[in-house]
């Protein structure tokens, strides 16, 4: 069967499944079967593929089917310009967050900073920093030993294990350190909510790095609290929140000492992030 055949049979059984990116995930579930860039893959278009390709090819269709999201299929997630581990113990990296990354590099560029990622998942936030920042040094925390083993690998991969360490740690049992930044995308979905995301989110994604309580701010203002003990004065809180959070969430700041410095807004104009000094 030639590549364009392949392309054209997998996109249609993904649309009639109601997959709104069907084209799309169809390249990139050839481009990695076959091991090759998209751009090349679309270079190929009377390419012949073998039977062994072809079936681990309909296997991966089947799963998208289902909604496995294809990062979770591959095991891999393009964050920053790298490619990141990620797996069913961690969230899939969003676009979104690498306008803070942009924001966090621009405001410490060739400075030495000790970081703390507050529910690290596959370590992405801190380890992309910290390969910007190369004098920099990082602790990541999470509640799940496996995505801590994912954080791991993915230093290992971008070379800065040496200068980050990850421990599974609740926050309450987290002291003894000062941190001149504290980043965190904790999670903020109110749980009753969850129930309305979309199957790729809500079947496959960890609830514990979605499910933000009943109104979506518990982990939220656990950080915000901790926050004030562990960051130094003038430090800087970094914060992903979620859609129409930004009120409720700058109040709880301000009663726990910290100022509003820059909001990031995403690609549809919501505020997404705060960046907060604590003042005292």
């Known amino acids: 069967m030639l590549i364009s055949e392949l392309i054209y049979k997998g996109s249609k059984s993904l649309k009639n499944n109601n997959i709104s990116s069907h084209m799309l995930d169809v390249e990139i579930i050839l481009s990695n079967s076959l091991n090759i860039s998209r751009e090349k893959l679309l270079l190929l278009d009377d390419f012949k593929v073998n039977d062994k390709i072809i079936i681990n090819f309909n296997k991966f269709i089947a ?134 995301l979309s199957d ?30 562990i960051l130094k004065i003038r430090g800087l809180l970094a914060l992903e929140i979620g859609y129409g959070q930004y009120k409720k969430v700058s109040q709880i700041l301000k009663l726990n000492g910290f100022k509003n410095r820059i909001l990031i807004k995403d690609y549809q104009n919501n505020i997404r992030c705060i960046l907060a000094v604590l003042e005292h």
């Open 63 to 196: 799963r998208r089917i289902k909604k496995e999201p294809i990062a979770y299929i591959f095991k891999k997630k393009e964050f920053w310009s790298h490619d990141f581990l990620v797996d069913k113990n961690t969230l899939i990296p969003r676009p979104e967050t690498e306008l803070l990354i942009e924001s966090l590099v621009k405001i410490y560029k060739n400075k030495n900073i000790f970081i703390l990622d507050i529910g690290t998942g596959s370590g992405c936030i801190i380890l992309s920093i910290l390969n910007e920042l190369k004098k920099s040094q990082g602790i990541g925390i999470d509640i799940s030993k496996k995505a801590i083993k994912v954080a791991e690998k993915n230093a290992q991969n971008l070379h800065v294990e040496g200068r980050v360490k990850f421990f599974k740690r609740t926050l309450d049992v987290f002291n003894g350190y000062k941190f001149d930044l504290i980043v965190s995308n904790p999670p903020y979905i109110c749980s009753h909510e969850i129930k309305n």
């Open 200 to 229: 790729d989110i809500k079947k496959y994604e960890p609830r514990l790095a979605l499910d933000g309580g009943n109104d979506g701010l518990d982990v939220i203002k656990k950080v915000i609290y901790k926050s004030n003990s």
